[in-house]
């Protein structure tokens, strides 16, 4: 999903507003460990403000970022949606399941020429 998850934001991601680190890389643990973030790679963390956000938090709070077909149902989902159904969700059904879904790579996926900027490391 990680893979799956950065070509999404990268593909609608127009103004180049996110950047990306693997939470196993130097950069990742760095962050993780300022924020106090889990090092469990099946989440995702996102940092915005100088605050943590992981698993549905941080999902839709990219996602309300990424244009009006995505922002839309992720500002629902942030303000209807109790934070314990979300990440159950989150973590029940997809986190637990991306593999099926997604398919499993042995790492995250390569910068491809001209990306360099939009990866931390």
């Known amino acids: 999903m990680c893979n799956a998850g950065v070509d999404l934001v990268m593909k609608f991601d127009k103004n180049n507003q996110f950047k ?4 196993q890389s130097e950069t990742g643990k760095a962050l993780a460990q300022k924020f ?40 629902l989902a942030l303000l209807a949606v109790p934070q314990a159904i979300r990440d159950f969700v989150y973590t029940d059904l997809i986190a637990k399941h991306r593999y099926s879904m997604f398919g499993k790579r042995d790492q995250c996926r390569f910068v491809e020429p001209g990306e360099e900027h939009r990866f931390l490391d």
């Open 36 to 75: 106090g973030c889990p090092s469990d790679l099946s989440t995702m963390v996102y940092i915005e403000d100088n605050q943590a956000y992981v698993k549905s938090d941080a999902m839709l709070r990219v996602g309300r970022r990424l244009g009006w077909f995505l922002a839309l149902p992720s500002e």
């Open 20 to 23: 990306f680190a693997a939470l």
